[in-house]
Every structure is written in structure tokens, then in C-alpha cells.
């Protein structure tokens, strides 16, 4: 395996899948089976739990709530899929997983605490992030790199909903729009290519940390980018930009 321990960036779209709604079991069922294949393979796996899919706080001026308890909301969410992912791991068989959540919840998860985590890790245990930093004013993003950093994982699985890397346009608008195999960090600031927040890249640029992009939906696809296969876009500090030459 190219990496012993990762952590994986889920955004809340993945547990929604394709369905309309928040959740989609059959979407669920199948992350949970990628994550425990991956402990499996002898990985060490943290995962930083996104809410998008029930609440964001830049929902705030729509709903005319007060930015600060948007936030609060939203990382309410990423509390709900963590709990739901815990439950899916568990029913299907994984060893052990702890939800660490930023913001105490005493009788439900426990609270994050770095040296806990890496000993939970050390002994392959799942270990979930929720709640991301506890504090308002950032999405999952930034304290997907921050919580990497803190646990010494070797890189960012950013398994993504609705594309599957980092691509020069919006394929959705752009037919030109060409996904990159690899990518700098620094290209992808200048060029603002907008796949996780800008804060997330520049802290992961400036501690080193790898961030492999990919779709959260396609089968096998973490496991295949940790046995060192190229998939989705992967960037890095070293990295020099390629392009993706298969047909779309
Ligand atoms: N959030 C926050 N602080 C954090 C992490 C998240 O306030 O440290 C809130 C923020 O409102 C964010 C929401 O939680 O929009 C859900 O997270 P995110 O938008 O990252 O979900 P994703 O896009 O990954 O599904």
C-alpha cells in the first residue's frame, strides 16, 4: 500500500448519492464497504464527515438565520451523517469506529482529542471527525487538512459528489473542460480551480499534505488511489500539471 494512514474528506453529497433526498441507503452501504475494505487492507483510516447534503451556513441570508447558528446547524449535519456512517460501518461488519466530535457530546460520541485519535488509529480503529473545527465561519474543508495534519496522515482522500478530480473548467458548462491527472497546489490557487476551499489547499500546501480528488461514487476508487493507482486528480507541492487523455 502506498500509505499507511489517510484521512478521507467525505462531503455530506455522498451519502445522498444520486437520490434527491438527504440519504440514499444503497449509497451509504457502499462507502461503508470502501472504508472497511480500506481498514481492511491494513490502512489506517480517519474521516472528516462534510453536512452538505442536510444543511450549509451559507444557507444563513436564505433563511434569514443569523450566520453563527447557520454554522451551529450545519455542523449539526455532519454530526447526523457521522452517526449514520458509524451505524452503517457496524452493521456491516467493521471492527471498531469512534466518532470524535469537535464540539462535546458527551453521551453520543467522544470528544476530539488528538493523542486519542492516533492511539484509535494506531490500533485500527475507524476514527470519525464531526462538528469539523467546532467553530463557525468554515466549511469541513479546512479542518479536513487541519485534523490530517494534527494525526500525521500522509494524505487527503477527498472523495467528491458529482466529479471525479479537478478538471481546467466546469465540465457541467464547459465541453473544453479537461480533468488533470496531477496538479500543484500553487496552480491550482492561481488558476482558482474551486474543487475544495482555497484556505483547505493553502494549509495543505504549506504542511505538504497530498490531496488525491476523486468520486465518492465510483467503486473501488479509494482503495485503488491508495494501492498507488492514478484516479481522480491528485495534487501536491511537487506535482507539475497533466492532463486526463482519455475521451470523456
Ligand atoms: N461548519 C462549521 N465549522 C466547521 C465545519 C463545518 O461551521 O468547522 C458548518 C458550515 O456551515 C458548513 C456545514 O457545517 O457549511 C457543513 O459542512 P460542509 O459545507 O463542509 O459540508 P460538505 O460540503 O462537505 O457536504
Known sequence: MRYKRVLVKLSGGAFAGKSEGSFDKDAVDQLADEIIALSSSGVEVAIMVGGGNIFRGRLAEQWNIERVEADNIGMMATVINSLILRGALSARGADETRVMTAIPMASITEPYIRLRAIKHLEKGYTVIFAAG???????????????????????????????????????????TATRYTTISFDEVLSLGLNVMDQSAFMLARDHDLPIHVFNANEPGAMQRACEGESVGTYVSSASSSAYDSAPR
Open 133 to 175: 473545527t467546532g467553530q463557525p465561519f468554515v466549511t469541513t474543508d479546512y479542518p479536513a487538512v487541519q485534523r490530517a495534519i494534527e494525526i500525521r496522515a500522509e494524505v487527503i482522500l477527498a472523495a467528491k459528489q458529482g466529479t471525479d478530480g479537478v478538471y481546467s473548467a466546469d465540465p457541467k458548462t464547459d465541453p
